[in-house]
Nanobody
Framework: QVQVVESGGGLVQAGGSLRLSCAASGRTFSSYAMGWFRQAPGKEREFVAAVSRRGGSTYYTPSVEGRFTTSRDNAKNTAYLQMNSLKPEDTAVYYC??????????????????WGQGTQVTVSS
């Protein structure tokens, strides 16, 4: 199993940057692609980004393409989400999770497990 803890959220002005970390425990971290999702108040949880098991491939939702970068360091059992040029509409709780159903799409939250508790990102205008 994998347990994950997100960190790095906070309050930032529009145009600013934050770097989220997803620290995982367990020996199987490198067995899973890792995904980032976010959920704003009153909205459904949505896919943000994903990084493949070895970090060679990354995937993004169009609204963050070119602004966000996800990566991972398997030696440190940690995944990252670098967020630049932040906008007020990026305000949400951000979660990381393991892509436990490798046969399915990276974009579906129901194919992920071992969710963290989330970290709040607030972007002021």
């Amino acid at each position: 199993q994998v347990q994950v803890v997100e960190s790095g959220g906070g309050l930032v002005q529009a145009g600013g940057s934050l770097r989220l970390s997803c620290a995982a425990s367990g020996r199987t971290f490198s067995s899973y692609a890792m995904g980032w999702f976010r959920q704003a108040p009153g909205k459904e949880r949505e896919f943000v980004a994903a990084v493949s098991r070895r970090g060679g491939s990354t995937y993004y939702t169009p609204s963050v393409e070119g602004r966000f970068t996800t990566s991972r360091d398997n030696a440190k059992n940690t995944a990252y989400l670098q967020m630049n040029s932040l906008k007020p509409e990026d305000t949400a709780v951000y979660y990381c999770a393991a892509h436990i159903d490798a046969s399915g799409s990276y974009y579906r939250p129901d194919l992920y497990g071992y969710w963290g508790q989330g970290t709040q990102v607030t972007v002021s205008s």
